[in-house]
């Protein structure tokens, strides 16, 4: 036993040439342990995840298990550059700096694959979250939410892992920090309505009085469809293809109306004047039998016709019915309208033309006072 232990010391050699033999057994020690590791996780762990209902645990493995071999392969070199750093004598200054920059390049390399590796595993989080609470509200995830919020973990993550890989080359970042913190103070003050208007996007973002694809009616008096939902403005596109661009701050601070929702079906109106005289049963049945043939209208509620006001001249009667899709009112109440002008000019029912009676009156004659 002690003739073989010899050979082996023979063999290997001693001083520099023993490290760098561990440095390459730890090397291939690291690389077997991940290649165990990545089978366990391909074999027992499929199966395991197979049997859970979620679609996270498939999704994170999809994240994890391509890196675990540039992980392995960074951790075996990293101690195997350990362990040859020590078999470099003092004297050796060359030998020195390279291992040094050499455990560097590695250490950067190391911080950066865990740094993707966490932003990766916090996006696929982040975007799961997001699909479960729009399911379980039954609504449509917010595009504009997921890509901003997605960037700022991606700034803090990337800026946590500056400030760890400075620390490790012993560089003080407490001047930094100040740095940062003065600065930001400084950038706040300059940029008071920017950021008035960001944290007012976080607000539409979260509390979501309206969506994208919504029609909305602004302050102003302009409709439009909900365009685009940015960090700083919202975009609407009115009814000629132009884009408004309304700062967030603005709109959280004044009333707009949402047609779109919490329901997207909406009123239907259509206002006819009849001239006094006509009948208003025949009058109704003609304005219903169009409304109930009317694809674009619901049934339920069922359209119904009101005798709203009595004029100088006519009559007012308004049909009331209700279409699923805002995009549906204007042409619905178009083709109403055009269909019951129709079947009225066939009826002779008028709409009542308005008529002035004027009096002429001659001046009246000027007398001339008597003489007395």
């Given at each position: 036993?002690?003739?073989?232990?010899?050979?082996?010391?023979?063999?290997?050699?001693?001083?520099?040439?023993?490290?760098?033999?561990?440095?390459?057994?730890?090397?291939?020690?690291?690389?077997?342990?991940?290649?165990f590791?990545?089978?366990?996780?391909?074999?027992?762990?499929?199966?395991?995840?197979?049997?859970?209902?979620?679609?996270?645990?498939?999704?994170?493995?999809?994240v994890?298990?391509?890196?675990?071999?540039?992980?392995?392969?960074?951790?075996?070199?990293y101690?195997a550059?350990?362990?040859?750093?020590?078999?470099?004598?003092?004297?050796?200054?060359?030998?020195?700096?390279?291992?040094?920059?050499?455990?560097?390049?590695?250490?950067?390399?190391?911080?950066?694959?865990?740094?993707?590796?966490?932003?990766?595993?916090?996006?696929?989080?982040?975007?799961?979250?997001?699909?479960v609470?729009?399911?379980?509200?039954?609504?449509?995830?917010?595009?504009?939410?997921?890509?901003?919020?997605?960037?700022?973990?991606?700034?803090?993550?990337?800026?946590?892992?500056?400030?760890?890989?400075?620390?490790?080359?012993?560089?003080?970042?407490?001047?930094?920090?100040?740095?940062?913190?003065?600065?930001?103070?400084?950038?706040?003050l300059?940029?008071?309505?920017?950021?008035?208007?960001?944290?007012?996007?976080?607000?539409?973002?979260?509390?979501?009085?309206?969506?994208?694809?919504?029609?909305?009616?602004?302050?102003?008096?302009?409709i439009?469809?909900?365009?685009?939902?940015?960090?700083?403005?919202?975009?609407?596109?009115?009814?000629?293809?132009?884009?408004?661009?309304?700062?967030?701050?603005?709109?959280?601070?004044?009333?707009?109306?949402?047609?779109?929702?919490?329901?997207?079906?909406?009123?239907?109106?259509?206002?006819?004047?009849v001239?006094?005289?006509?009948?208003?049963?025949?009058?109704?049945?003609?304005?219903?039998?169009?409304?109930?043939?009317?694809?674009?209208?619901?049934?339920?509620?069922?359209?119904?016709?009101?005798?709203?006001?009595?004029?100088?001249?006519?009559?007012?009667?308004?049909?009331?019915?209700?279409?699923?899709?805002?995009?549906?009112?204007g042409?619905?109440?178009?083709?109403?309208?055009?269909?019951?002008?129709?079947?009225?000019?066939?009826?002779?029912?008028?709409?009542?033309?308005?008529?002035h009676?004027?009096?002429?009156?001659s001046?009246?004659?000027?007398?001339?006072?008597?003489n007395?």
């Amino acid at each position: 036993m002690d003739g073989l232990f010899q050979h082996v010391q023979q063999f290997i050699g001693s001083g520099f040439t023993l490290y760098m033999w561990n440095g390459i057994v730890a090397f291939a020690t690291v690389m077997i342990i991940g290649f165990f590791f990545k089978y366990f996780l391909n074999t027992a762990g499929r199966k395991l995840i197979a049997k859970t209902d979620t679609e996270l645990d498939d999704k994170l493995f999809a994240v994890i298990l391509p890196r675990i071999k540039w992980l392995a392969i960074v951790i075996g070199l990293y101690l195997a550059a350990e362990q040859i750093s020590k078999g470099i004598s003092h004297t050796d200054r060359i030998g020195e700096e390279l291992i040094l920059y050499s455990e560097g390049i590695i250490y950067i390399a190391f911080v950066s694959l865990v740094t993707i590796l966490v932003i990766r595993l916090i996006d696929t989080l982040l975007k799961h979250a997001m699909e479960v609470h729009a399911k379980k509200t039954s609504s449509m995830i917010n595009e504009a939410v997921f890509p901003i919020l997605n960037r700022l973990v991606m700034i803090f993550i990337l800026f946590v892992a500056v400030v760890i890989s400075l620390g490790h080359f012993s560089v003080d970042v407490s001047s930094l920090l100040v740095f940062l913190g003065g600065g930001s103070v400084a950038i706040a003050l300059a940029a008071q309505e920017t950021l008035a208007n960001m944290i007012a996007g976080f607000v539409i973002m979260l509390d979501r009085p309206f969506r994208i694809g919504d029609r909305i009616k602004l302050p102003s008096g302009e409709i439009g469809d909900v365009f685009e939902i940015g960090l700083r403005s919202t975009k609407i596109l009115d009814f000629d293809n132009n884009l408004i661009i309304s700062p967030n701050a603005e709109l959280t601070k004044t009333k707009v109306i949402n047609y779109s929702y919490p329901r997207s079906d909406i009123r239907v109106l259509v206002e006819v004047s009849v001239a006094y005289g006509t009948s208003i049963e025949r009058a109704r049945e003609i304005m219903l039998n169009f409304a109930h043939q009317n694809s674009d209208l619901l049934k339920q509620p069922e359209p119904t016709i009101f005798f709203s006001t009595m004029g100088e001249t006519s009559c007012t009667l308004q049909l009331i019915g209700r279409t699923d899709d805002w995009k549906k009112k204007g042409r619905a109440e178009n083709v109403l309208r055009e269909q019951i002008y129709t079947a009225f000019m066939k009826e002779g029912i008028s709409s009542g033309i308005v008529q002035h009676v004027v009096q002429l009156t001659s001046p009246n004659t000027h007398v001339s006072p008597k003489n007395n």
